[in-house]
């Protein structure tokens, strides 16, 4: 099975600009996870979606938002860039099921943004 | 709240020496428990998972890892270290509460050096 891919690898953006991140599951894989990673925070949760649904959410603003398709491709979206927005960003997709029950997470490379 | 503490940030050990790398959490609730590797610019690579079964769970490359509960700890270990172990290392915990299973949270992170 093909892995996780995210899309593009790395980009530049200057503030305020917005910038849009693609993420394809593994095949099957009904959920999708994002999450950042800077040096000074960490791997830190932003949303999940399933299903086309948000069905949990980090404690991001406004500006980080998602969305799911009906393949379970996943996108998400930073508007008005700031400087503290360059970080790791990395997906990960699972199979999902129940909604309480972990599953096991498999990641995708990341893709990694640059704010100038 | 739930958290994921990792004590060490760098820890540096001879090839063919033992990896001890440690993590403590706290959870309200009976957590499932992670370690994922990272290399270099890639993403997280899953080394193994305690989900409330067998407390002693190994994983792959060799590393294996205890759940205690009476220390809230689950500490990675690998008998031998080899140079292509050095990486950062990541615990983390999910919960089996509603919308919660499909969000890690991680500690810092230990960063493995390997001298020969």
């Known amino acids: 099975k093909a892995g996780v891919t995210q899309t593009p690898r790395y980009l530049i953006k200057t503030r305020g600009q917005q910038v849009t991140l693609s993420c394809s599951p593994i095949?099957?894989?009904?959920?999708v996870s994002w999450y950042q990673q800077t040096p000074g925070q960490g791997l830190q949760f932003l949303f999940e979606?399933?299903?086309?649904?948000?069905?949990n959410k980090g404690n991001f603003p406004g500006r980080f938002s998602g969305r799911q398709f009906s393949n379970s491709r996943s996108e998400m979206n930073v508007s008005t860039l700031e400087l503290g927005d360059s970080a790791l960003y990395l997906c990960?997709?699972?199979?999902?099921?129940?909604?309480?029950?972990?599953?096991?997470?498999?990641f995708g490379p990341g893709t990694r943004l640059t704010v100038l | 709240a739930q958290s994921v503490t990792q004590l060490g940030s760098h820890v540096s050990v001879s090839e063919g020496a033992l990896v001890l790398l440690r993590c403590n959490y706290s959870?309200?609730?009976?957590?499932?428990l992670f370690w994922y590797v990272q290399y270099p610019n890639q993403g997280l690579q899953l080394l193994l998972k305690?989900?409330?079964?067998?407390?002693l769970v190994k994983g792959i490359n060799g590393f294996e890892a205890e759940f205690k509960k009476s220390e809230t700890s689950f500490h990675l270990t690998k008998p031998s270290a080899h140079m292509s172990d050095a990486a950062e290392y990541f615990c983390?915990?999910?919960?089996?509460?509603?919308?919660?299973?499909?969000?890690?949270?991680f500690g810092q992170g230990t960063e493995l050096s390997v001298k020969p």
């Open positions: 990960a997709s699972s199979p999902g099921g129940l909604a309480g029950v972990p599953n096991e997470q498999f």
């Open positions: 095949s099957g894989h009904r959920s």
């Open positions: 979606y399933f299903s086309e649904t948000q069905r």
């Open positions: 959870s309200s609730v009976p957590p499932y």
């Open positions: 305690y989900t409330s079964a067998a407390t």
């Open positions: 983390a915990v999910s919960l089996m509460i509603y919308n919660q299973g499909g969000k890690l949270i």
